[in-house]
Structure formats: structure tokens, C-alpha cells
């Protein structure tokens, strides 16, 4: 990429020109009247983005240091996935199985510490590595009547860094949303939601902690671990949403809505929230909504 060097300057011409190529195979077989098996096969590309390439100095928002690289190259992946939906009684599910093959993944990690006038920074570096994912998305509802019903939603996925074999940085954890609803079209299509969200531990992540030596207060050299790799546990939330319709004027409807948020002010951090080295996410939080 470099072209010509003056003093401690690289004057480089880098030339982006990416091809990208996506396509999908599907094929889907009717086992009974309410249940199918669908077979997924897909291959897709993505380019890497301006922040990707050109990120050099301090990012305000994150509290860090982003270093891109010019070098990057495009993204390749190749997946297959199957899903199986049924349905029997009040009761509809589907299972999501799926596995990822993804070639110069890009990814940023930690790799040190840089001082500035702002003070001292972790320097995060972009990069490339070859990648698997792999896990399972699982979904099921249960209709009760008319007007209760319960519905429940399972995440898992598995990344792995084939170049290093460890476990990729940044995949979000198992986690699991339950939700009991009620709804009343009678009532002005009164719809209520309570709904629990649990977030288990990331327990696979790869070891990026890095020492730092400096001086002390007592003018003594001292050497420490940043521990910047490390999860925070597990949370549950609880959250509720509402929302009533109403007839306006002669084609309109108005449509209220009432939200909280974490609604018993938990204290917890985030995994995938870079500012959890810093502080907790959001508490208890209220939402009014109109939509006309």
C-alpha cells in the first residue's frame, strides 16, 4: 500500500475494489398439514466498512482507542441452516438449528494501553481471522383462549477463532425471552405484556487481558493485569408493555402505548455494552408512546 515514505510520514494508495457475491438455496418438505422442514444454504459476502479501514485515534462514545486496518478484505460466508415448524393443539413452535463458515471475519479486540493528553486509553485493533458459528434459535407459543397466550424465544450461538482456536470475542450469550400477554379486542384492542428477560454468563471468550507498567503515587514502577476480557454475570429483567386503540376523526386511529423497562430497577451489565467497564446499563425506565 505504500508508495512513497517522507520523514516519519507513508503517503499509501490503497485501492478498495470489492466484489461481492450472495446467494441462497432453499429447498421445503410438508411432513403433515402443521408441520414443515425447510433446508437453507446460503453464501454471502460483506465488504469492510469505513470505520473498519480508517478508524485512527480516540473514539469518544467507547472510552477507547480504534485502530483500523487498510488491509482488510471483504467477508465470506457460507451457511446452511434447518428449521422445523409445528404446530399441535394451542401450541406452535420452531426450532432453528444453523451453522456458519465465515472467512477473513472481522473482528476488533483489545491489545493494550496508550497514554494521551486525555488521559489512558485501551487501543482496540481491528483484524481478519477465519471463523466459526454455530447454534440454535428456538421459538414456541402456547395459546391458552382468546385472550391469554405465552410465548417463549431461545438464542444460542457458539463462535469459534479457527486461526487461534478460542472462542471469538464479542458473541452474545444464551439467552432467553418469556412473555405472558393478554388481549382484549373488546376493549378497545387492549393488548398487556409482562415479559422476562434472562441473560446467562458468557462463559467462552478468548483471554485478552493485557500489563501495564507505571509509576505510582510513591514514585514506585509498578506492573498490573487490565483485566478487559472477563463477562459480567448473568441478569433478569422484567419488563411490561401495553397499548390501547382508539377511533379518531373517520379514517384514524390513535394508538397509546405504556412501557417499563427493567421493572425492578436490577443493577446489571452487559456483555456486549462496552461501557460496562465503566458503569451499570439502564435501570427502571418508563416509555409513553403515541402513534396517530
Known sequence: LV??????????NPVFDYHNFSGTLGARYRIKSNWDLKL????????P??????SDGLHHSAAIIELGDLRLDQE????????LNGQTGGLTFGINPFYNHISDFIIMEPNGLQYTNRGAFPVYQYGQVDARLFGVDVRANYTFDANFNLQTVF???????LDRNRPLIDMPAP???TTFGFR???????????????????????NNDFEVTYINDSGEQTTETVAVSQPPSGYSLFHLTSSVDFDVFKQSTLTLGF???????????????RQRYFTDDLGRNFRIQLKL
Open 175 to 177: 439467552n432467553i425471552n
Open 155 to 161: 438464542a444460542y450461538v457458539n463462535g469459534q477463532d
Open 3 to 12: 508508495v512513497q515514505r517522507l520523514d516519519n510520514q507513508l503517503l499509501v
Open 259 to 273: 412501557f417499563v423497562d427493567n421493572i425492578l430497577n436490577t443493577a446489571y451489565r452487559d456483555y456486549l455494552n
Open 76 to 83: 465470506q460466508s457460507y451457511k446452511a441452516s434447518l428449521e
Open 49 to 54: 466498512n469505513p470505520a473498519e479501514l480508517f
Open 40 to 47: 437453507n444454504l446460503s453464501s454471502a459476502s460483506r465488504a
Open 184 to 206: 382484549k379486542a373488546e376493549w378497545n384492542n387492549l393488548n398487556i405484556g409482562l415479559r422476562n428477560q434472562t441473560v446467562l454468563e458468557q462463559t467462552r471468550f478468548p
